[in-house]
């Protein structure tokens, strides 16, 4: 076996000892340990919401078939008031409430029109809503001392920041989990048939996004590398050592404590993937994007299989590691490899649409 897989921390180990055999013991017991350690060593804390509202800025009718609906989200934290945008383009064929994409884009400062990174016509007319929010509004990408974005609103003035606080990819997590707040009281989705969808830094956030809130019945994490898909443990290209100096802000403080001490941690990635069972999980990879480590990416989606196996899923199952453009699609679980660069284009979005069109 090789020296990482070795070393990993048991998935299904409590931390006195206890070997978790059922379902419900994950549920009760194992799942929040696993929770609590990358809230604590990773992500950091996120507040409660406080005093949400919804405002329809414009609802208009795109074409014949979709339905455009802007909306604004607002919360208010200690520091005050803040607010974001959600772009929802909706199919209106169907009388039902239909299944949603919820993107978490860092890409684009708006909505785009249908692009290969967000195929919306695609996602339209093949029966779901395409949903949109744009990270830069929920929390700025640069490293401000969390002097703006919503971290100002809820930090407490004047006091130094807890090393458990969150950080920035928490924050946009955290936004994704308003827009639930939000679609749980619009009739045109159907709140238990979304999945939650991020490209690279994104695709980490979607993962902590799922981890933190359970209604997202599905995640898809593109891409994501270090601290998303990828195990820590022997990775090649990004380490946690490069990604914590090259964007500080990203997570809570006390996850610098493990640079250059990747094998000492007392969790992997895999764990972070586990938690998102039993719903649906897609993860992918690109054959030039070496700094993501595909192979590691796979792997640690493999070692999930046991989590889904409590549940009588398959998971992933022993799949070898594919061929580009051979999807592995195993009971909940998902995974393809793709010809090219880092990046989101529109055939990994045709493989979520499948994966959808199956189990979501
Ligand atoms: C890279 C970073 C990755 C990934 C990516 C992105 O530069 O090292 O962790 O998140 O950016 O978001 O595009």
Known sequence: ?????????????????????????????????????????????????????????????????????????????????????????????????????????????????????????????????????????IDPDFDDGFKNGVHALFDAPGEPRPKNAWGTLAAWAWGASRVMDYLETDPDIDQHRVAVVGHSRGGKTALWAGAVDQRFKMVVSNNSGCTGAALSRGKKGETIKAINTRFPHWFAENYKAFNDKEYDMPFDQHMLLS????????????????????????????????????????????????????PIIGEHVGYHLRTGQHDLVEYDWKCFLDFADRFL
Request: charge should be negative; glycine fraction near 6%; hydrophobic fraction near 35%.
């Open 1 to 137: 076996m090789d020296e990482r897989i070795a070393s990993l921390p048991e998935v299904l180990e409590t931390l006195d000892g206890e070997k978790v055999t059922s379902a419900e013991q994950w549920q009760q017991k194992r799942r929040p340990e696993i929770f609590k350690c990358f809230r604590e060593h990773v992500f950091g804390r996120e507040p409660c919401p406080d005093r949400l509202s919804f405002h329809m800025i414009s609802e208009e009718q795109l074409k014949e078939t979709i339905k455009s609906k802007k909306v604004r989200l607002t919360y208010v934290g200690p520091g005050g008031e803040g607010t974001f945008n959600v772009h929802l383009l909706i199919p209106c064929q169907s009388r039902q409430p239909v299944p949603a994409f919820l993107l978490i884009n860092h890409q684009t400062p708006e909505s785009p029109l249908s692009t290969s990174f967000w195929p919306t016509d695609e996602i339209v007319s093949r029966g779901y809503a395409a949903i949109v929010i744009h990270v830069q509004e």
């Open 275 to 326: 938690l998102i069972a039993p719903r649906l999980l897609y993860v992918t990879s690109a054959t030039e994007d070496d700094w993501s480590d595909p192979e590691s990416e796979f792997l640690s989606l493999l070692l999930t299989s046991p989590v889904y196996q409590l549940f009588g899923l398959k998971g992933l199952g022993e799949s070898p590691y594919p061929s580009p453009e051979e």
